[in-house]
């Protein structure tokens, strides 16, 4: 779900904006050190603002409202927590919140960056205060709260103030560390070395953070003013963004991550050159790279990590050499050298999987059934643009999965959505074709309130034995026209909570597309060598910009309401909080015209048996009961905001949690379980017993007794 990566980026840029190393800053003021914008992030920042104004759905004027809206976002982006700010520092951002707008229409971006350099100030300020803190004295008999989340709270008034939340915020650090490594004098003054190395890190980290971050930033705070979906991603982003869509990259196959300023082997993806040619293993520490055979090597240690993996990443068929400090060695080993031609590396553990169960019912006998796990609508755009015959897909992969459960006797298929944010509308109109004969599946309403139905043309289906569908409140997009159409035609049961309500559709634009000749012209006599760019991303980065709306077959928008399930399970996720109807700036709910379509049944009936057979299961299910209490555990701690800093109060909280969770456990072992936050585990194995997939088998068991009969 494009809205949930623009959280992501907010994560990785702000909230633990020292996650990566980094090449020196770029683009500085001479005078003050502060990150200052580029001509090309001017350009940028126009160029959207007109976007918004010209061609996107909503189509909002930038006045003074929206320049509010913005200058919200962008402090709740840098310090949504208020844990660095100060009340001076907001009043003397006032002075910006009606004029933003007009600013990003101008390319003006100063006073954005003003807040982003205030905010980063503030930030080293509090870190270099918390070393101070972690050899001073701290009495852990005290009882005094430290409210970890500040929200609600108002901005520090005074300097003493702030001292005090981070004084506090250290002793929380170093409480935490004692309660789990003891209180003697060797293991303290280890905890306070631990400390110490962690800010100290956070620090270096910070001081490398550059304009290119800031201005993601920024603009996500502009893009979210008008719509939660619309998103501007810089080029390395844009690639990312990309390469998640279509399941597969081009590079060496690791994932690749930042542990004190070194790119160090985080996952090796079964299929690609490392894991078939052995080249590497898990924490391997790579410091230099080389391109081809003769390429020079460059020392890649306290690179930022995305200017470090363009490096690595590359074409398939061409050569990257790395030095390498293998796992477990001393930095002061002699490196080894790798040498790995990139190819094209497919996500398997993203791509849909299957696996069958057998299930009792209440009728006694056993079935069995096949679930598909399905994470994203994905699709490979640029091979299958090539017309490459192989091109990886969501409706290719499950069609085989499909073929596979028929050969192997299924008597019913559940697929699993929950957690699918979405992806490509055209795999959910496709993959909808697999369970139905042709027949519309969602229609689409663009900016001129034209009206597109989209339809399977394909005859015949793959599967047209009973079918269950599960979904959650992260159920989004695509997940939901595909929810909606089976519900629709009557072809399946939707089983678990509403779905995320995200009705909204998005293009993406190569801003190359929009920046003017003249403009490009002049970037391009500004540009100073090597941009550091991941090879094939784009230039100027990428908008996905809303430009239509969904709507179901019956003319219902998923908007805010998204898909009820049919057979409804307790969620741990509220739409207060989760889901379209809690952001502010999203579109509203509304209907169109039913198009013509032939439901395949009504399951009105087959599903209130099932309802009921369902709830009898639950009124007598200990692990339901367990499931509801957590979900009430959980509302309550997210209403929470502080903690005890006294050590034997929070000890005693800790093993009563513990005890609890021991009671629990016993208790489910005699049912041969164990139990999780909203599932259910078995002991014995690691893989999941989930109890909303579990009970919905179970469901389905039934569904295939009620048709038998």
Known sequence: MENMLKKVLFALFVVAIAACGSKPRVNLDAETGALKPTAQHAVIAKDVVGLFESISYKKVPFSDSISSVIFDNLIKAVDQGKNYLMQSDIDGFEQYRNSL???FRNGDLSAAYHVFNVYMKRYLERLDYALTQVNAPHDFSVDEQYI?????????????????????????????????????????????????????????????????????????????????????????????????????????????????????????????????????????????????????????IGWKLDHAVSKIKGPKGTIVRLKVIPAGEELTA????????????????????????????????????????????????????????NYKSTTRDVRLLLDSLKQKNVDAVVMDLRFNGGGSLQESIELTGLFIDNGPVVQVRDTR?????????????????????????????????????????????????????????????????VIS????????????????????APQFGQINITLAKFYRITGSSTQHKGVEPDIVFPSLYSAEKYGESSEPSALP??????????????????????SKMHQARMDSSQAYKFLLEDIDTMQKQESETSVTLQEDKLKK????????????????????????????????????LDFIQEESLSIMADYVALEKR
């Open 517 to 536: 000749p003249t403009d490009r012209l002049l970037l391009k006599a500004q540009a100073d060598g090597d941009d550091g760019l991941p090879a094939g």
């Open 653 to 688: 909280e800790r093993e009563d949690s513990r005890l609890k969770s021991k009671s629990r456990t016993d208790a489910l072992q005699q049912m041969n379980m164990t139990t999780s936050l909203g599932g259910v585990v078995a002991p014995d194995v690691n893989e999941g």
């Open 589 to 610: 709910w509304d209907q169109i015209k039913a198009t013509d379509f032939a439901p395949v049944a009504d399951l009105k009936p087959i599903i209130t048996q099932l």
């Open 334 to 389: 002699e490196p080894k050298i790798v040498s790995l031609t990139r190819d094209r590396v497919v996500i398997e553990d993203e791509s849909a999987k299957s696996e069958i169960k057998e299930v009792k019912g209440d009728d006694g006998k056993t079935y069995r059934v096949g679930i598909i796990s399905l994470p994203k609508f994905y699709i490979d755009f640029e091979a299958y643009r090539k017309n490459d015959p």
């Open 148 to 300: 970890y989340n500040r929200e609600k709270e108002a901005w520090f008034a005074s300097e003493a103030e702030a001292n005090d939340q981070w004084r506090k915020r250290v002793k929380y650090d170093l409480l935490n560390l004692r309660l789990s490594g003891g209180s003697t004098d060797s293991a303290t003054a280890k905890q306070k070395e631990t400390l110490t190395n962690r800010y100290k890190n956070l620090i270096s980290m910070a001081k490398k953070t550059d304009n290119n971050e800031a201005f993601q930033v920024i603009m996500t705070a502009l893009t979210d003013a008008i719509d939660p979906h619309t998103s501007y991603f810089n080029p390395y982003f844009a690639q990312r963004f990309n390469e998640d869509m279509a399941n597969t990259f081009e590079g060496i196959g690791a994932r690749l991550s930042m542990e004190n300023e070194m790119v160090k082997v985080a996952d090796i993806i079964v299929g690609g050159p490392v894991y078939k040619e052995k080249a590497l293993k898990i924490d391997d520490r790579i410091i230099a790279v080389a391109q081809g055979k003769d390429g020079e090597f460059e020392d890649i």
């Open 449 to 513: 309130n034209q009206v597109e139905v989209n339809s399977d043309r394909e005859n015949g289906v793959v599967w047209d034995g009973p079918l269950g569908v599960i979904i959650n409140r992260f159920s989004a997009s695509a997940s939901e026209i595909f929810a909606a159409a089976i519900q629709d035609y009557g072809r399946g049961v939707i089983l678990g909570s509403q779905s995320y309500g995200k009705g909204t559709v998005q293009s993406a634009i190569d801003m190359s597309r």
């Open 101 to 103: 707008g007009e600013d």
